[in-house]
Structures are given as structure tokens and as C-alpha cells.
Nanobody
Framework: VQLQASGGGSVQPGGSLRLSCEAS????????MGWHRQAPGKLRELVAR???????DYVDSVMGRFTISRDNAKNTVYLQMNSLKPEDTAVYYC??????????????WGRGTLVTVSS
């Protein structure tokens, strides 16, 4: 299973970006999906997650600005980021929890996409 993230880039403060992450390969059902980020010199942190039922959680710092969504038919997770701030600058990683052929739940990570917010 491979996760391909896209949509990162450079944007001015107050701008918007939409990240996408599509999974390819064999997963026999997908459970949770999410986005983490790692800023320079900082630990990786959970930004947002969405359950198979559509329930969402966000880190406080992005609440009201970011929206996570998913397309189960496409095994794709999105992160709409609005009102971006310089402190949102980080490499963003997507994660999916999917079942393998033995019905074992595994976590799969994308390689990361860089988001830079700067004037």
C-alpha cells in the first residue's frame, strides 16, 4: 500500500491550500484517516483525523481553519487549510489505517508534502 500526498506549496499568510492523499494497493477496508505535521525542530503532531463514520478531531491550533474530509470510494483523504499562518509551516504527512488480507489493522504513512506560509 502506498499513500501519495499532494497539494503542498508556498502561500502567504491568510491564504489557503488543499492537501490530498490517495492510497493505492490492497487494503481490505479502511478505518481512520488523518494528517500529521512536523515543523522544523519540533516533534510530529496530529493535526486532524476522521473516522470511518465521518467523526473528526482537530488540534486546537487549527480548529475553525482546517477541515478534514474523505472519499471512501477513492481511498482519499483531504485537508482544506484556510487562514494559514506562518506557524502552520511544516511537512504534512497523511496516515491511513487499513486492514490487510489477514484482517490485521495496519497504519500506512505518506511521504509528506511541504507547506510553507510566509510573506
Amino acid at each position: 500500500v502506498q499513500l501519495q500526498a499532494s497539494g503542498g506549496g508556498s502561500v502567504q499568510p491568510g491564504g489557503s491550500l488543499r492537501l490530498s492523499c490517495e492510497a493505492s494497493g490492497s487494503m481490505f477496508g479502511v478505518d481512520g484517516m488523518g494528517w500529521h505535521r512536523q515543523a522544523p525542530g519540533k516533534l510530529r503532531e496530529l493535526v486532524a483525523r476522521i473516522t470511518s463514520g465521518g467523526s473528526t478531531d482537530y488540534v486546537d491550533s487549527v480548529m475553525g481553519r482546517f477541515t478534514i474530509s474523505r472519499d471512501n470510494a477513492k481511498n482519499t483523504v483531504y485537508l482544506q487549510m484556510n487562514s494559514l499562518k506562518p506557524e502552520d509551516t511544516a511537512v504534512y504527512y497523511c496516515i491511513m489505517q487499513g486492514y490487510d488480507a489477514a484482517h490485521i489493522l495496519r497504519s500506512y504513512w505518506g511521504r509528506g508534502t511541504l507547506v510553507t506560509v510566509s510573506s
